[in-house]
């Protein structure tokens, strides 16, 4: 995985290190899987990768897609979360690159 990459990584795990979760970097994607009991929990989150964006988006010329799938009670459901997150960010990378 590329450096900037990894400091992206490193910067989410140090903001969020109270939030229960796993994240994952492969090649120039990175997928976070949290585990909340509250929805006071999925605004701190969301507010901390907002911040998250600005500063790379502040300090990095590099592209910066990223989705968020629903919150299901369910572990089996996991894959549909990360699905509707792919399509969140297909439906981005599209609108910004539209196919003539």
Do not use: C
């Amino acid at each position: 995985m590329e450096a900037r990459l990894q400091r992206l990584l490193s910067k989410i795990n140090q903001r969020l290190s109270a939030i229960n979760k796993r994240t994952f970097g492969f090649h120039n994607k990175i997928t976070l899987l949290f585990s909340v009991n509250e929805a006071a929990e999925i605004k701190h989150i969301t507010s901390q990768l907002e911040t998250i964006v600005r500063e790379w988006l502040n300090t990095d010329q590099h592209f910066l897609y990223g989705g968020i799938g629903g919150t299901y009670l369910n572990v089996e459901e996991i894959a549909k979360s990360y699905e509707e997150a792919q399509k969140t960010i297909s439906f981005l990378i599209n609108r910004t690159n539209p196919v003539s």
